[in-house]
């Protein structure tokens, strides 16, 4: 089965996909991750192939426009922001998405991308599902993660989901119209395609764990949790200057932000260092898109390294509280310090607190040295936070979050 996985965004949007991908390779399909060019080198050895999409997330994220996401306080109007951003570059990704339809069997289309890959999927007979890495359909038992705020209630929660998906639409609107006069697909609005996709229970697979984030019980039928895709590590040994600092003392803390982005990365760099220093912990500060960089004894700062042979080794990890870093820090059954920037971050933070494997949340505009330095020493020097994070950890190397996308696979093909 020729089978085209969709999906845009930043490396945490990606890097996922390559780790299903690869398993439904093994199983024999022929499978093609189809995003930004800039991550073709996360397929590298996976047996999954590559079909570029244009536009550097990285570069818009480090645009005026991408760091004005920083001034935004509210959820909503970080994500209004993030819509205009991902609006812009929308018009050069659609003929890419049409040509990769076009030589598939089957499309599985992932986060912002998922309202035009179905279109464009329905127009062309295509059979298509879902693959989402947060839980973005609402419902009544917790807010919506994208806005990253508090319980509204019942009702309020449901309806601030709905007004997520509704905003999502609104990325590929206009490129959906110009798509159905070129190549003669249904003029249907996304909104529209979205509400009938629902009635028909189209089927969406998310890539976390009921650990985690137990499946809500009022979704409806078709909207399932499969467990977490592990991203392909194509390498399989860290950098040799990486494991001589680890040989050179104590297990350190992990320090990176992922593909968040700071307006400041000095400030975060130098409280990072300090909080270290205080806390008489040695760390690992990742670069990342945000430019971290410490030098000074007990510290080295590193470029990307799998996060499954880091983590393990680590005495904490500080990140951003993206989804897949996220799901590498329970993977490793490590204490984690959450400092969530945006989106669905706050989200996950919370989850890791509420799990027992974090203290608290630090948000980034609120992290300091002093504030940085205590929730290390609470997370390093009570054993409860590593013991909880070991406990899940051995409970999700039980999981296969592969074989429930290729077993719908199977019985899609037999439809």
Known sequence: MRIAVMTAGSRGDVAPYTGLGAGL???????????????????????VRFRALPGDPRAELHSARGLGLHRSRSGAA????????????????TQPLVRAVRDADVVLAGGTVAPLAYAIAEGLGRP??????????????????MLGTRSAGGLGNRLGGQAVVTAVD??????????????????????????????QGWPVWHGFSELVVPRPRDWRPGLEVSGYWWPHDGADRLPPELEEF????PAPVYVGLGSATTPDPGRVSAAVVAALRAAG????????????????????TIGDVPHSLLFPRMAAVVHHAGAGTTGAALRAGVPC???????????????????????????????GAAALASALREAVGDPSYRERAR?????????DGVAPVAAALERLARA
């Open 337 to 367: 310090v959450p400092v969530p920037v945006q989106f669905d971050a706050h989200f996950w933070a919370a989850r890791l607190v509420e799990l027992g494997t974090a203290p608290r949340v630090l948000p980034l505009r609120r992290l």
């Open 78 to 93: 970080k994500l209004l922001r993030a819509v205009a951003l991902a609006r812009r570059i929308a018009p050069e990704m």
């Open 281 to 300: 912990l040695r760390g690992v500060v990742q670069r990342g898109w945000a430019g971290l960089s410490a030098a000074q004894d007990g510290v080295i």
């Open 25 to 47: 390779a093994r199983a024999g399909h022929e499978v093609t991750l189809v995003t930004h060019d800039v991550f073709e080198p996360l397929v590298a050895g996976s047996g």
């Open 170 to 199: 609104q990325v590929f609107t206009r490129a959906a119209r110009a798509l159905a006069a070129e190549h003669g697909l249904p003029r249907t609005r996304l909104s529209a395609a979205r509400r009938a996709r629902e009635r």
């Open 391 to 399: 406990y899940l950890a051995g409970r999700l190397a039980a999981e």
């Open 128 to 145: 298509s599902m879902g693959l989402f890495l947060q839980p973005l359909h609402g419902t009544r038992e917790f807010p919506p993660p």
């Open 246 to 249: 680890l040989a050179a003392g």
